[in-house]
């Protein structure tokens, strides 16, 4: 298994001058964390601000979101390949909050993943399904078809690098967060899927849990066999917090921060 990661989503916050003071509180603190990988999205216009910050450091940068097009008459639209050359590594794909605001379809939200796949960056593919999906029991027939149609399309080569989150729509940005089991019975659905695939890609793929991490619910989420670190968003702008849930994702916990 590698080591564990954990991506911060800023979403649309942050201002030039708060950026500065969140990444000097985090960034030497975080590179003392050795055994963990991270990963920051910030809003695009900052990109180039957050790239000179953690140019001296180990923390990889993302981005949010990505066109499914390289390039042409798409205003507005930013390519994988503009991307790369701002530095990004991780590129989340199919956020809750993208596919109900923006209407972002299954199909949509594959053409991005094989777009990034060809850039030869990360893909973070988010999903998750709404309360009324789970109230009805269809949580994990929602998150297999989000995860098959992707896999339909790039085939299970396509997951040997790539990231999978798993956001229940309902705990993102509530305060209210999947139990661990409820977490673990996800995340091993979806590793068994591509394991029928490939054991050995499947094993190696970082699937996370985002939805509502604190400080004091991560150990418990991370502990999860099959949770393999976070996808946070409220908590990832507070540095004590971030802090805190990253060191809750390192092994060994004696770490004085
Ligand atoms: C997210 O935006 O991916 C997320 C998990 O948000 P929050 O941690 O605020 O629920």
Not at 83 to 88: A, D, M, N
Request: charged share 20%; aromatic share 6%.
């Amino acid at each position: 298994m590698p080591a564990p990661l954990v991506i911060a989503n800023w979403k649309m916050n942050g201002s030039l001058e708060k950026n500065a003071r969140l990444l000097n509180q985090l960034l030497t603190k975080l590179d003392t964390l050795e055994y963990l990988e991270v990963g920051i999205c910030p809003p695009f216009p900052y990109l180039p601000q957050v790239s000179d910050h953690l140019s001296q450091s180990r923390i990889n940068l993302g981005a949010q979101n990505v066109s499914a097009f390289e390039a042409g008459a798409y205003t507005g639209e930013v390519s994988a390949a503009m991307l790369r050359e701002f530095g990004c590594r991780y590129i989340l794909l199919g956020h809750s909050e993208r596919r109900l605001l923006c209407q972002e379809s299954n199909d949509q939200v594959t053409a991005k993943f094989e777009a990034v796949l060809k850039a030869e960056l990360t893909p973070v593919l988010c999903v998750g399904e709404t309360l009324e999906h789970r109230q009805r029991g269809e949580s994990e027939s929602v998150v297999s078809t989000q995860v098959q149609t992707v896999l339909d399309r790039v085939g299970i080569q396509g997951f040997a690098n790539a990231v999978i989150a798993y956001e229940p729509v309902w705990a993102i940005g509530t305060g209210e967060t999947a139990t661990p089991e409820q977490a673990q019975a996800v995340h091993a659905q979806i590793r068994r899927i591509l394991a029928g695939h490939d054991a050995a890609i499947a094993n190696q793929l970082h699937i996370l849990y985002g939805g509502s991490v604190n400080a004091a619910n991560a150990q418990t989420l991370f502990s999860q066999k099959d949770v393999d670190g976070g996808l946070v968003g409220g908590a990832s702008l507070e540095a004590n917090a971030f802090l805190e849930i990253c060191k809750a994702a390192h092994p060994g916990t004696h770490f004085d921060l």
